[in-house]
């Protein structure tokens, strides 16, 4: 039988009119002064715009370059889905960084493994630009996206549950959805790189060197971002752990023995939301370069800009709407709307995928509009808060970044493979990804349905919110 949460109430207890009115006032409060609340959102969502920004460009590169650099003994085909696997590799190191980082996260503190993931993405990333091309570079391209997912691991975890962690309760879904402003911000960053990048080079030129500029930059980019994150300051929730001698020795082995519903849930809730927002960011982009301008007979580089654009467009939207989902998650609910983007990215699936197939400026940027700024991030504006609260104060961290991590090797990691594969065997039908996309969300309407309501909930509580 599953034990659910009830803000501010107790097992078999039930709560006095005062006892719920000082709650409430308290839930208006933050936990930390007015000047550490904005610091902590600059280093979370700078430092996260500036990260993101080594992992999208990857993205971008694999739907873009790396088959015509790495894998240009294979044909058009096989090249673009060895680029994908190699995408998909990152995914795979995510959960080991998860468990790694998330356990660290919960023994030595949330600003830690945020300095140290940062430093291992940007180290990784720069170091991809100066690949030759070739066999020999496609070998250190897969270690080095290893390194890259393996640091990833645990970077969005740690900054949602630092910012709800630092939040006044009754604005949490607000305030944990922020750092993820920044995630978008530095997609946003890396897709303009490459869009200005098509405008202002040849397709020759882009492929002799000028992909590397993006990665070789990360290393500024990178640098700035640990030079903010060094004046962070610990989670107030983590110190109070550390005070009472609660700290957990082998967090992750309690997570794994105790927490197993919530992380399933967490799991299944992320398939629609990290699988939508890679199908929409990297898929479409070589589905229009490929099936779409062979079948329309056009330049697959006029198609392609088409792509990035509108990628830039809803990435940019995302930006806004990502909040803007974690504040309606504070008034209606983290489950409500939650629901509300599983469902819409369900029905959203056919008709999405229908406008893509057309090629057409405006009806691609709608799609990807719908897709990531709507559906995707309707989703993860209430996630950011909703994760956190699931987990119980030991573990926290580990159990965001293992759920999290999971979700996102089984959705965002075997989306791109599977995609293009599906793509392949249906002959370029574009129906294939609506019906990819409304089985992933109908997957995640279960992991909802296994959840339960936790907004308001006491971040220093030991408990799971299910169990």
């Not at 715009?49 to 873009?64: H, K, M, S, V």
């Not at 673009?80 to 998330?102: C, H, N, W």
């Not at 992380?263 to 939301?273: F, G, I, P, S």
Request: glycine letters at 12%; proline letters at 4%; aromatic letters at 10%.
């Amino acid at each position: 039988m599953t034990a659910r949460y009830q803000p501010g109430a107790l097992p078999g207890r039930s709560m006095p009119q005062a006892s719920q009115a000082s709650d409430a006032q308290a839930g208006d409060k933050a936990p930390v002064s007015a000047s550490q609340l904005r610091r902590a959102i600059l280093t979370s969502s700078v430092g996260s715009a500036l990260e993101y920004y080594d992992f999208a460009i990857f993205g971008l590169a694999t739907a873009l370059i790396f088959s015509r650099v790495f894998f240009s003994t294979l044909d058009a085909s096989a090249g673009l889905l060895a680029s994908f696997a190699t995408y998909g590799v990152g995914f795979l190191a995510r959960p080991l960084g998860g468990l790694f980082f998330g356990s660290l996260g919960d023994r030595k503190g949330r600003k830690f493994v945020l300095l140290v993931t940062i430093a291992i993405m940007g180290i990784s990333t720069t170091l991809i630009g100066l690949l030759p091309a070739g066999p020999m570079g496609a070998v250190g391209l897969v270690i080095l996206r290893l390194v890259q997912g393996f640091g990833a691991g645990a970077e969005q975890a740690g900054a949602s549950t630092l910012m709800a962690e630092v939040a006044p309760a009754s604005r949490r879904g607000f305030f944990a959805a922020l750092p993820f402003v920044g995630i978008f911000a530095g997609f946003g960053i890396a897709t303009a790189t490459f869009s200005v990048m098509q405008h202002l080079m040849d397709q020759e030129t882009i492929l002799a060197w000028g992909w590397r500029i993006p990665f070789l930059a990360s290393i500024v980019l990178i640098g700035v971002a640990v030079w903010i994150r060094l004046r962070l300051r610990e989670s107030p929730t983590f110190v109070k752990l550390e005070g009472t001698h609660k700290v957990a020795q082998s967090p992750m082995k309690l997570v794994l023995k105790e927490a197993r519903r919530p992380v399933l849930a967490a799991v299944l809730m992320r398939l629609a939301e990290q699988g939508g927002s890679t199908i929409y960011t990297t898929i479409v982009i070589a589905f229009l370069g490929g099936t779409v301008a062979t079948r329309l007979g056009v330049p697959a580089a006029s198609l392609t800009k088409i792509g990035t654009s509108a990628a830039l467009i809803a990435t940019l939207s995302s930006v806004i709407t990502t909040p803007m989902f974690g504040a309606l998650s504070d008034r209606y609910g983290r489950k409500t709307i939650y629901r509300f983007g599983a469902i819409f990215m369900l029905l959203w699936a056919f008709p999405a995928w229908w406008m893509v197939n057309t090629g057409e400026m405006m009806w691609v940027a709608i799609a990807m509009f719908g897709g990531l700024a709507i559906g995707a991030n309707s989703m993860l504006g209430a996630q950011c808060a909703h994760f956190a609260e699931l987990f119980g104060n030991r573990y926290r961290y580990s159990g965001v970044a293992l759920s999290r991590e999971l979700g996102a090797m089984l959705s965002g990691g075997l989306a791109p493979i599977l995609g293009i594969y599906l793509i392949g065997v249906a002959g370029g039908a574009f129906w294939v990804m609506g019906a990819y996309m409304a089985a992933l969300s109908a997957l995640t309407l279960i992991g909802v349905a296994m959840s339960t309501e936790t907004r308001g909930r006491d971040l220093s509580d030991l408990r799971d919110a299910i169990h």
